[in-house]
């Protein structure tokens, strides 16, 4: 019998600890030598939650901010992208559960019509751009 498919909401992983590596080999923007944050999407989802209405901000700017409060001079970007993505799904499910937008984690303010993560996302952009539009955030 094939494993229950997780729920996003369920791949938020409460127990998950962020971790600050040194990356051995270049990764990505990162040098060799150079430590790195794995963030959680817990920690992900916090940062989104303090970001004002009506503001928005990049993945790139929130690697920043997170590695500098972790102590960590980069912050890993595959990672960040991952978690964004089920901070996003994981919201948007207890939007369909009832929860008021009010309420919900607000990625639009990370994510706009050129992110990569908007394509991937499984119920599409036109809740990200409706959401952007009601809180004057450019497209």
């Known amino acids: 019998m ?3 498919k997780k729920t996003w909401t369920e791949k938020m992983n409460p127990d998950m600890k962020p971790k600050v590596k040194k ?3 270049d990764f990505a923007d990162i040098p060799a030598g150079a430590t790195m944050l794995i963030a ?3 920690i992900v989802a ?3 939650r303090h970001i004002p209405q009506g503001t928005a901000t ?3 700017q929130m690697r920043k901010d997170l590695a500098a409060e972790y102590n960590a001079e980069f912050m890993c970007p595959v990672t960040a992208g991952i978690y964004l993505r089920i901070v996003a799904e994981s919201a948007y499910e207890e939007y369909l559960q009832g929860k008021p937008v009010s309420k919900i984690t607000p990625f639009w303010r990370m994510i706009d019509k050129r ?3 908007i394509k991937k996302l499984s119920f599409g952009a036109d809740f990200v751009l ?3 539009a009601k ?3 450019p497209a």
């Open 2 to 4: 094939a494993a229950k």
């Open 23 to 25: 990356v051995e080999n």
């Open 40 to 42: 959680t999407p817990n």
């Open 46 to 48: 916090n940062y989104l």
């Open 58 to 60: 990049s993945l790139q």
């Open 115 to 117: 992110s990569p993560a």
């Open 130 to 132: 409706e959401q952007r």
């Open 135 to 137: 809180e004057k955030i």
